[in-house]
């Protein structure tokens, strides 16, 4: 599969926030979010072999596959089960358009999935057939760029009930307070939280 970079680094983002963890970005998505952060992910990157993904990695103890979309590699669970079997944590994370049955069941797996809203353009291209998939372990992520997409992800919630923890981040991860006053309002069961690696490196790729 093609690798956009990888890097080591603290987590930003979900209920591993803070944790130190080995990045591996793979190139290549199907989707095109508006405000889509990683847009130099789309193309290029270097191919490699499962086994030289497995080298990057080192003696890391927790990994985070993300991209792009990952799960457009079919390679992609074979991976998985191999660094399951090096008794790593692994958090992958996934778009919300494609089934997640393909990854690994382990509890060494954190699936983070998102579901698009509004302001992304993409909100028709979600699979909600995936949401019962997780599990409580898991997390479903909500990126809300207005009011709307706020309103928009609060009738998500109510309509596909949820074990997995539920996470609401502002676009550009930064301005908690509209989205924190906005959940607080609305009674919303979710968390709030920022990105942790832009208020340390602000838009600094990797370090």
Known sequence: MKICEHFKSLQGEGIMMGVPT???RTVGCNLSCEWCDTKYSY???EEMSIDMIVSLIGDAKNI???G????LNPEMPELLKILIEKNTYIVVETNGSIDISVIPVSERIIVSMDIKCPSS???DKMMFANIPLLKEKD???FIIGDMGDLEYASRIVDLYPT???IIFTPVGGMNLKPLAEGVLRRNINARVLPQLHK????NQRAV
């Open 199 to 202: 208020i340390i490196w602000g």
């Open 121 to 123: 353009g993409m909100m």
């Open 139 to 141: 997390q479903l992520k």
């Open 22 to 24: 080995c990045f591996i």
């Open 163 to 165: 074990k997995a923890n």
């Open 64 to 66: 985070c596959i993300t």
């Open 43 to 45: 193309e290029g990157g």
């Open 68 to 71: 792009g979309e990952p799960l």
